[in-house]
């Protein structure tokens, strides 16, 4: 091809590539990803940027049992975490309102471009999309109310790490919800006993616990450690669960 014919296809990787820059940390680094433990069980691989079409989550009405459970208001501030196509994103702006605010982060470009797209088309004026690293989230300290994890606890290369950061950027009594499936991490779930063991681990306390209408997985709610009663790295014991051990991979 000549020149003038290539001019519409670079100028659409180009502007990609700047949507996929526009997502920034918001924090400072934390802990170092070579400060924690691995953990001893499988790590599902990041598959696609939804976990299910959202006509399906819609019909198990799954966002409003999610909020509701979250007690989510508004003029908070609320972390998606592994955010992806955006599905809770889109959802939480118009609860929160204009005086809270929508953290979307994630760690992979291509899902950072696209929901920075959406965001942008849709108009979401309190949503700020973030770039994370597998265990920091990369937000500022003290600044979050709640986060939520949907569907991809399971994918995380170093969730110890990533906990253990997350708790610096929760607010005094900042709660954190998990969903997921209760599977084992190569059929992209997790065991609820193996998430209390993990949460546990990182000081993480469970307040609630919730198996969701719609086939849509479970609901477990943790308060998150204050930064000063976080245990240290060294001290973190990963968490053996046997289930996941006997199960074919």
């Known amino acids: 091809m000549t020149g003038p014919r290539l001019a519409p296809l670079a100028l659409a990787l180009l502007a990609l590539t700047g949507l996929a820059r526009a997502a920034e940390p918001l924090g400072p680094p934390g802990e170092p990803a070579k400060s924690f433990p691995k953990p001893d069980r499988p790590v599902a691989e990041i ?8 006509r399906e989550r819609e019909k198990a ?8 459970l979250m007690g989510f208001k ?9 955010a992806g196509s955006g ?14 605010r929508v953290l979307g982060e994630d760690v992979t470009p291509r899902y950072l471009a696209d929901l920075e797209g959406r965001v942008r088309k849709a108009g979401l004026g309190n949503v700020t999309v973030v770039r994370g690293e597998p265990h920091d989230p990369r937000l500022a300290p003290a600044s979050v109310d709640a986060a939520i994890l949907v569907h991809m606890y399971h994918e995380i290369t170093q969730p110890y790490g990533l906990l253990h950061n997350l708790a610096a950027a929760m607010k005094p009594g900042g709660r954190v ?3 997921d499936a209760d ?3 190569s059929r992209h779930g997790t065991p609820p006993k193996l998430l209390r063991c993990e949460l546990s681990a990182a000081g993480y306390r469970e307040t609630g616990f919730s198996v969701l209408d719609g086939g849509v997985g479970y609901l477990a709610i943790f308060a998150a450690p204050a930064p000063g009663a976080r245990p240290e790295p060294a001290t973190i014991r990963p968490c053996r669960d046997e289930a996941t051990r006997a199960a074919p991979r």
């Open 47 to 54: 598959v696609a940027a939804q976990w299910a079409l959202e």
């Open 74 to 82: 508004a003029g908070e501030t609320v972390a998606d975490i592994g």
């Open 87 to 100: 599905y809770y994103v889109t959802r939480l702006s118009p609860l929160l309102g204009p005086q809270g």
């Open 61 to 68: 009405d799954e966002f409003g049992q999610v909020a509701r």
């Open 177 to 179: 919800g998990i969903v």
């Open 183 to 185: 599977d084992i991490p």
